[in-house]
């Protein structure tokens, strides 16, 4: 079992940026991927970016803008995003995948005004 707790979401204009950070109750390997996922109103979940192994892997949504990065030794994931466009308002979830299961965090929500 692992708990994830997310904190940084908001309220941003356009064009401005916020910086998210997850962090687990226990370590988790390197080899097991840490990202986010974000879930718009009326929309599916979708992968924003996720590190595993070091590798770090990008949505299409989040390429070019947005930048994850992973401290192992604090058990915690960030999540860096820039230029933000009103897209990208949506519940944003931590996820890890530990022995094929999937732990989710409750989520944080990022809103992005005109």
């Known amino acids: 079992q692992v708990q994830l707790v997310e904190s940084g979401g908001g309220l941003v204009q356009a064009g401005g940026s916020l910086r998210l950070t997850c962090e687990a109750s226990?370590?988790?390997?390197?080899?097991?991927?840490m990202g986010w996922y974000r879930q718009a109103r009326g929309k599916e979940r979708e992968l924003v970016a996720t590190v595993i192994g070091g590798q770090s892997l990008y949505g299409d949504s989040a390429k070019g803008r947005f930048t994850i990065s992973r401290h192992n030794v604090y058990n915690a994931v960030y999540l860096q995003m820039n230029n933000l466009s009103p897209d990208d308002t949506a519940m944003y979830y931590c996820n890890t995948r530990i022995g094929g299961l999937d732990y989710w965090g409750k989520g944080t929500l990022v809103t992005v005004s005109q």
């Open positions: 226990r370590s988790i390997s390197s080899g097991d991927p």
